[in-house]
């Protein structure tokens, strides 16, 4: 009596499932082999080795870090990221009033008849300031309270800020 005769009947199947599947692994193998030799295969882009091509780029530039301004000043993954704040003057007043929109958000509106207050919170910092009618804010003069919201002035120009600012453009730049 041999060796395969002496199995179950259980044993001689996976032994046949191991053979069968032994024959697929040296099917792909020889046909990969052979692929491999012949031209590329339709779809299948191979990369040129830049070494051995001579297209060795000699020196690595990199711009400025001015150039990232955008992404530092509204790093992707932060929670006061914002949509860059609409500006509709020129000038050193512009500038101004993109600093101001960029740096601070309104954070909440109290009016309540002759009295009314508002909070202001930095973007970057998260400090909260409590303004009132005439209050100076980094340079700018608060001059109006409104339900939505905050009108600063300063030397000619206004600049408005948004109670929700994350529904519209954060902020406003007028004349």
């Not at 599947?21 to 012949?38: F, H, K, P, Q, T």
């Not at 000038?91 to 202001?120: C, E, H, M, P, Y």
């Not at 209050?135 to 300063?154: A, C, K, N, R, Y």
Request: aromatic share 6%; proline share 7%; with cysteine.
């Amino acid at each position: 009596m041999g060796f395969f005769a002496s199995l179950s009947l259980y044993s001689k199947t996976m032994l046949g499932v191991c053979a069968a599947l032994l024959l697929v692994i040296l099917g792909e193998v020889v046909l990969l082999g052979s692929e491999s030799d012949a031209a590329p295969a339709a779809g299948r882009v191979e990369s040129p080795d830049p070494v051995s091509s001579g297209n060795v780029p000699q020196t690595l530039q990199i711009p400025p870090v001015a150039t990232y301004r955008e992404v530092t000043e509204r790093p992707l993954f932060s929670d006061t990221r914002r949509q860059p704040p609409v500006v509709k003057a020129a000038g050193a007043n512009a500038a101004r009033a993109t600093q101001l929109v960029g740096k601070w958000k309104v954070s909440g509106i109290v009016v309540a008849g002759d009295s009314s207050f508002a909070l202001v919170e930095g973007i970057r910092d998260r400090k909260t300031v409590r303004l009132q009618l005439g209050t100076p804010l980094d340079g700018w003069q608060l001059e109006e309270i409104h339900p939505d919201h905050l009108v600063f002035t300063s030397a000619g120009a206004s600049a408005t800020l948004l109670l929700h600012s994350e529904e519209k453009a954060p902020g406003q730049l007028r004349q």
